[in-house]
């Protein structure tokens, strides 16, 4: 850290952990501490003071040193005065928490929802980065949920846009925690889960998952080994809970059409193998088609790390008087905000003002890598028309068409977001790649020159290219 970064602390409060990160301004972590929330009656005030000290003497610093701290609490937060509402899953003996906290440290403190502030954190660093309308669904002791739309998050005049947990996707269906019934996360969190696991048991069938207990819970881990070794009850009532997660996340694409529903969690970070094959299939057999099937079912890339960052995003958000909850992007350089007017309002309009772009030199290619301003990449690249250099992933194409070979709607929508004039697609060594009829109407619609060329032509007509540009390359057949 340099004498000019700021830092941060994030505070992840939940029903089983208090998560710590202590963060610079660009999103690097300093620090992590976690303690275990407990249930004794000490006030919760004091228990995340204490999570707080831990992180801080982790970083070797001192309160002096911090800007700022965020905190991120599960259930509804008041956005304008930081009061919480109702908080299922955690004992909570101070509705009015920011006032304790704000006494007791002399730096700003704020508090918002954690998933919210956690599907904030995936779109400044982790798998929303390039998405402007973005779900996060986040499962384990319960479900949260968050909605962002042009890198701000929603809450709504109420503060309850996102709760997606309290969905009611069962109409009279199980009680919920927070009173009604039927809620999406009575039927797929890790709570609904453990309850109908348990419940096979007290009616007579076997299950190994005890094996894996080491103590009253069912945690996330237990289920994932329980899996490994085939149990049948948790297979079933895993392979149940994964049709209720793509329930929910179809009602989500339904209701907001967005770029991306992002996955998080422990139930899915520890069973993702598992769960998505089985999401992914159901929800791309939706059979209410759109104009076209570009939704993007992504997994956190933030993991158990993504509240607590949000958490620190929104205190560094308001110091930094953002518009409500804009966070910067690519350490630290500001997203360019929506033009105030458009005669065009699609994704395809050119940019407001020109900028000075500056973009990666290649400097050699060869089968399997390509080297980029001096360093070698052994993998498939984008270069965006901001001069921003991604890994292609490669998954989009294999979840849609099997191959990595083919490029279609969901590919071209993140190369030509940031409006190129000129698109180059390199088709391999062997000219194996090859364009979706979809992908050609998009691009057809888009306006954009493209060229679809053998990777070592694909590459000199991108270094001979004038004006705003993007590559797609393919480094092997």
Not at 23 to 43: N, Q, Y
Not at 103 to 111: N, T
Not at 192 to 213: C, H, K, P, Y
Not at 267 to 281: H, N, S, T, W
Request: charged fraction near 30%.
């Amino acid at each position: 850290m340099t004498a000019q970064d700021r830092c941060f602390v994030g505070v992840d409060v939940g029903g089983t952990k208090i998560l710590v990160l202590v963060v610079t301004d660009a999103g690097e972590i300093l620090a992590r501490h976690k303690t275990s929330t407990r249930r004794d009656g000490t006030p919760m005030a004091e228990q995340i003071a204490e999570a707080v000290e831990g992180g801080l003497a982790g970083a070797d610093l001192s309160l002096e040193e911090v800007s700022g701290i965020g905190v991120a609490m599960p259930g509804s937060v008041d956005s304008e005065t930081g009061y919480l509402g109702t908080v299922p899953n955690v004992e909570l003996d101070d509705y009015q928490l920011i006032d304790t906290l704000r006494e007791r440290y002399p730096v700003p403190v704020e508090v918002g929802n954690d998933v919210n502030l956690g599907t904030l954190a995936e779109c400044w660093l982790g798998a929303g980065r390039d998405a402007r309308t973005v779900v996060g669904m986040f499962v384990g002791t319960g479900i949260g949920g968050g909605v962002v739309i042009d890198g701000r998050l929603r809450t709504g005049p109420e503060d309850l846009a996102g709760e997606i947990g309290h969905m009611v996707l069962m109409v009279d269906g199980p009680e919920c925690g927070c009173g009604n019934r039927g809620c999406f996360e009575a039927l797929a969190s890790r709570t609904a889960i453990e309850r109908d696991i348990r419940r096979a048991m007290d009616e007579g069938r076997q299950s190994r998952i005890l094996e894996f207990v080491s103590d009253d819970r069912i945690r996330s881990g237990a289920l994932r080994d329980a899996l490994d070794v085939g149990d049948e009850v948790v297979t079933e009532v895993m392979t149940r809970a994964a049709h209720y997660l793509a329930q929910g996340a179809l009602t989500i694409r339904h209701l907001l059409d967005p770029d991306m529903i992002v996955f998080g969690g422990g139930v899915i970070e520890a069973c993702e193998d598992f769960l998505m094959p089985l999401i992914e299939a159901e929800v791309r057999a939706d059979r209410m088609k759109g104009s076209r099937d570009t939704l993007q079912l992504a997994v956190s890339e933030l993991g158990d790390d993504a509240v607590a960052l949000g958490a620190a995003a929104l205190v560094e958000a308001k110091l930094s008087d953002l518009p409500v909850y804009e966070m910067q992007h690519d350490a630290g350089e500001a997203e360019e905000a929506p033009a105030e007017a458009s005669e065009d309002p699609s994704m395809f309009a050119a940019p407001a003002v020109a900028e000075q772009v500056t973009y990666p030199h290649i400097d050699e290619v060869s089968f399997g890598s390509v080297v980029v301003d001096g360093e070698r990449l052994e993998h498939d690249i984008h270069i965006r028309a901001d001069g921003k250099l991604k890994k292609r992933k490669k998954k989009w194409a294999r979840r849609d068409y099997g191959t990595s070979h083919m490029i279609g709607p969901r590919e071209l929508k993140k190369l030509l977001r940031k409006q190129p004039e000129t698109l180059i697609i390199s088709e391999g060594f062997d000219a194996m790649v090859r364009m979706t009829d979809e992908g050609r109407e998009m691009l057809q619609e888009s306006g954009v020159q493209w060229q679809m060329l053998p990777t070592p032509e694909a590459v000199e007509a991108f270094e001979r290219a004038e004006g705003r540009k993007a590559l797609l390359l393919h480094v092997t057949c």
